[in-house]
């Protein structure tokens, strides 16, 4: 999408005319005048004239995505655009090497004042020539290309036809075609039936081709002579409300011609009062198949009344947020077929004729590969199915087929459906979440993307807008729930308060947006296959399953903005020193767990860097030339095997994540296992720092700490009691910080940390506590702890049974206790720790018995007891935890395991086991 490259070179300018702005005041740059205002001028006219094509584009898009004369127009300007976006680069680049040379250089240097000024007289040159190109264009544009008509209205009409296409091919499909579906079939037949007088709202909640409006057209043939009216009405993404009106009553209508052809005149107010009138005393059934906004939801459903007749409103939606209109229970998500189910649905369609639908031996391997590739979804399984219907039923037709399905997905006509309703989800989303979503699809098919990691990616990449008061993290984080709830990335797991923890992309969207990022050279990936060549058409490099090492250069390597190696064998990468040569220009490195260990000094060089991420390598030493990453947002060096910082980190200002925690590789339970990095003098510098894991504490770094004042995470190791102290003043200032995780120096040192930040959700603390600490902190009272959600005690030493302080803490989610108590006995009482979902106890060597009561952790998901050496018979209530999922007891005695087998409590749940060694 041309909108994409036209937005991202316009928020480039800005920022280089904003630098620009400020690097005024400078010696050099007052110099430079004339020209530096001439190349601003051009600049922000070349920003005007992009803006007003990005608006163009997003309205021309829809409707011409097949011109071949627009398309050639648009990568015209899809050049332009990227041509604008090195001149924008190489002027941020000046002004960083002037600022960083200074003032006394010159008075020493003079010889290089007209080096800068040719490279600045260089710059505008290009700047004007790209105002002659995008004139140009423009003129081209009205010579050749269609100018659009009605703007809005072509374009919905467009939209709609192709909507209403789709729907009815997916209307259309046989009963036969409706496989796995009997169980949300009786549940819609159940909640259509139901006793309940009040008009429902029920929402088929799905990503396109799941089945959504099969499935409800289905359900309405079976049950719509149980209601006294009812009617289908297609809505679409841009719609007409008049037209909808129209549409419902002449469904409902139907039969009443003369009242009908009343209607025909009517202004859009009386058509709703005509609708109201109607359905006040009527029970109806109403099918609103593909709403799109909320917005469109609210403006129909307020015609549609709620008589008490058991009327039923029936919504077919792509989109979380509609589907939040769905009366309390009624959304029915559906997922994908599993694989059972897909290959009967298949077999239907590929062997219509032949009895019982039977595969023939010879091609059921390759139809089991078929059938795994379209990913349960039944709209393409019946396609393809259809597809290879026709075809000769040979293993080299079949294999030819397998092997091109994706190509055959994007490109053959008979699949063009297909497509068209992919393709629907990604045009309607806006120009920053289409970014955001092209940007995952240059990792590998399945990837699971962390959300963390995710949102530190689209921030570097420059995606994300500042919104208000809210930090460009959270604005990521909206982004990332808007795309799940918009079924276009996956939910695959949360964390135990709820929240996304992991997601992956469906791997057909994918091939869809694989297809989008090469066409308009977002990005590329590259696979270490036979052959393979590194020749590409792109900015950003994805590298998937290296298998040996990179070394030859390719012709594209200047206009890099992005490398990641996404997963492989991890060779060596002797490329790098290459990349920080050539590509100048570079954003995101991302050379996780390559076994690279040095980073060469030209890194300073890549002024434009802003995500460096060398985790699980093993690189021992980084270059001085680090401080001069004056933008860089994100330094991850965790598990590295470096141990110190370089002084000039704390001259990295617009740090806002720093990962410096290193494994000492000791036995994982020792209270040594992890530590953190020491920071030089200066910490205080880095005040923009969100993420801390870990910083090594000493003397000078707690001084400073208190500075930092807009940490979320922080992770504290070798504490010793006489930091605590200073430890609690300083944390005391961070009214932000979320998530924090103390580790004392050793076994004997006390955390005295009674006082802790006001908006804390979770905590770990690792090394001795007061006895009496839970008791007296205000943390671990009802009225402190309101938001802690999730809390990790490890060598605590209590002696006091810690529950009745723990149960005071309302939203606790999760609780994990490692070697944190000494006493015998742990009693979970009616009514506590109503939210706890994981339960995690270790390394309680002296716990002989542990017992719940009926109505305790009512909630609880996950019971992991560990190496509890003392307990001698199962604990007492687990029949209780009516929730209970997961249920594990490692390091057992082979008599336990013999109790275990014979206890009734834990009959029928499912549980794990392991022996002690």
Avoid at 822 to 839: A, D, M, P, Y
Wanted: aromatic share 8%.
């Amino acid at each position: 999408m041309a909108e994409i490259v036209i937005l991202l070179t316009i928020k480039k300018i800005g920022n280089a005319l904003a630098n620009g702005a400020a690097a005024q005041v400078s010696m050099q740059f007052a110099k430079y005048g004339t020209q530096k205002l001439e190349l601003q001028g051009s600049m922000g006219r070349v920003a005007r004239e992009l803006r007003v094509m990005h608006d163009v584009v997003c309205q021309m898009d829809i409707r011409n995505s097949s011109n071949q004369v627009y398309e050639g127009w648009l990568e015209e300007v899809r050049k332009v655009a990227h041509v604008m976006e090195d001149i924008a680069d190489e002027y941020l680049y000046l002004i960083d090497q002037e600022h960083d040379i200074g003032c006394c250089f010159y008075l020493k240097q003079g010889f290089r004042k007209p080096r800068s000024l040719l490279c600045l007289n260089r710059i505008a040159f290009r700047a004007k020539e790209i105002e002659k190109d995008l004139t140009h264009l423009s003129e081209i544009k009205k010579r050749w290309v269609p100018m659009i008509q009605n703007g809005d209205t072509s374009s919905s009409n467009y939209i709609v036809k192709r909507s209403q296409d789709l729907a009815n091919i997916s209307r259309s499909l046989d009963e036969e075609d409706l496989v796995g579906v009997d169980k949300n079939r009786e549940i819609l037949g159940q909640w259509l039936a139901g006793a309940d007088l009040e008009c429902s709202v029920i929402a088929l909640l799905g990503m396109g081709g799941l089945g959504k409006t099969t499935l409800a057209a289905n359900i309405y043939r079976k049950e719509r002579e149980q209601f006294q009216c009812h009617a289908w009405v297609s809505i679409s993404q841009t719609y007409s409300r008049e037209d909808v009106l129209r549409n419902t009553i002449k469904e409902l209508f139907k039969d009443n011609v003369s009242a009908l052809s009343n209607t025909a005149a009517m202004d859009i107010t009386c058509l709703e009062e005509t609708l109201k009138r109607f359905l006040e005393q009527k029970k109806y059934l109403i099918i609103l198949d593909d709403v799109w906004t909320p917005q469109a939801f609210d403006d129909l459903s307020r015609v549609l009344i709620h008589n008490d007749k058991g009327s039923r409103l029936i919504i077919t939606t792509r989109e979380g947020d509609v589907a939040a209109f769905a009366s309390p229970g009624r959304i029915l998500k559906l997922e994908a077929l599993p694989e059972d189910k897909a290959c009967d649905l298949f077999h239907k369609k590929a062997f219509p004729t032949d009895k019982n639908h039977e595969c023939p031996v010879h091609l059921k391997s390759l139809s089991f590969e078929i059938v795994s590739k379209c990913k349960g979804l039944p709209l393409i399984i019946v396609s393809v199915g259809s597809l290879l219907r026709v075809r000769e039923k040979t293993v080299e037709e079949w294999r030819r087929i397998n092997d091109q399905l994706s190509w055959e997905i994007i490109n053959n006509l008979r699949l063009d459906h297909i497509r068209n309703i992919l393709h629907l989800s990604f045009i309607y989303l806006p120009t920053h979440l289409k970014s955001c979503f092209l940007y995952c699809s240059l990792f590998p098919e399945d990837y699971l993307f962390k959300r963390k990691q995710l949102v530190r990616l689209w921030t570097a990449e420059g995606f994300i807008e500042e919104k208000g008061e809210s930090t460009l993290e959270e604005v990521a984080e909206g982004y990332l729930k808007e795309l799940i709830d918009r079924n276009m990335l996956q939910l695959v797991k949360r964390n135990s308060f709820g929240r996304t923890k992991k997601l992956r992309m469906h791997d057909i969207l994918r091939e869809l947006a694989v297809d989008l990022c090469q066409k308009d050279c977002f990005g590329v990936t590259y696979e270490d296959k036979c052959g393979g060549s590194l020749e590409m058409d792109g900015r950003r490099l994805v590298m998937h399953k290296l298998k040996k090492d990179i070394q030859q250069s390719f012709s594209s390597i200047r206009q890099l903005r992005t490398v990641i190696v996404a997963d492989g064998n991890k060779p060596l990468f002797t490329l790098l020193p290459l990349l920080c040569k050539k590509s100048r220009y570079m954003t995101v490195l991302e050379l996780s767990g390559l076994p690279i260990e040095k980073i060469p000094d030209a890194i300073g060089d890549l002024f434009s860097l802003r995500h460096l991420g060398l985790r699980n390598s093993k690189v021992k030493m980084l270059p001085r030339s680090i401080e001069k990453l004056s933008n860089l947002l994100t330094l991850d060096l965790y598990r590295s095997d470096i141990h110190y910082l370089p002084s000039g980190v704390v001259k990295l200002k617009k740090l806002r994540h720093l990962f410096a925690e290193k494994m000492n590789y000791l036995d994982w339970r020792d209270i040594h296992c992890h530590s953190g990095m020491t920071i030089p003098i200066g910490l205080g510098n880095l005040t923009n720092l969100q993420t801390l894991r870990t910083l090594e504490v000493q003397g000078e770094s707690v001084r400073h700490l208190g500075e930092l004042r807009q940490l979320r995470s922080l992770r504290l190791s070798n504490v010793k009691g006489i930091y605590c102290g200073r430890i609690r003043e300083s944390l005391v200032q961070m009214q932000y910080l979320s998530k924090l995780s103390v580790n004392a120096s050793d076994e004997k040192e006390v955390l005295l940390l009674n006082v802790l930040p006001p908006n804390l959700q979770t905590l770990s603390l690792r090394g001795r506590l007061e006895q009496g600490a839970l008791d007296e902190s205000p943390l671990f009272q009802d009225v402190g702890g309101q938001n802690l959600s999730s809390l990790a005690l490890s060598w605590s030493q209590l002696r006091k049974d810690p529950l009745p302080s723990l149960s005071l803490l309302p939203n606790l989610t999760l609780l994990h206790f490692t070697r944190a108590y000494n006493g015998e006995q742990l009693t979970f009482l009616t009514g506590w720790f109503s939210k706890l979902k994981i339960l995690f106890l270790r390394d309680l060597p002296n716990l002989n018995r542990l017992e719940i009561q009926q109505g305790a952790m009512a909630s609880l998901e996950r019971l992991s007891l560990v190496n509890l050496n003392s307990m001698t018979e199962v604990p007492s209530g687990i029949e209780f935890l009516v929730s209970l999922q997961y249920l594990v007891f490692h390091e057992i005695t082979g008599d336990f395991l013999t109790l275990l087998r014979q206890c009734s409590a834990i009959r029928g749940k499912k549980w794990h086991h392991t022996l002690r060694l």
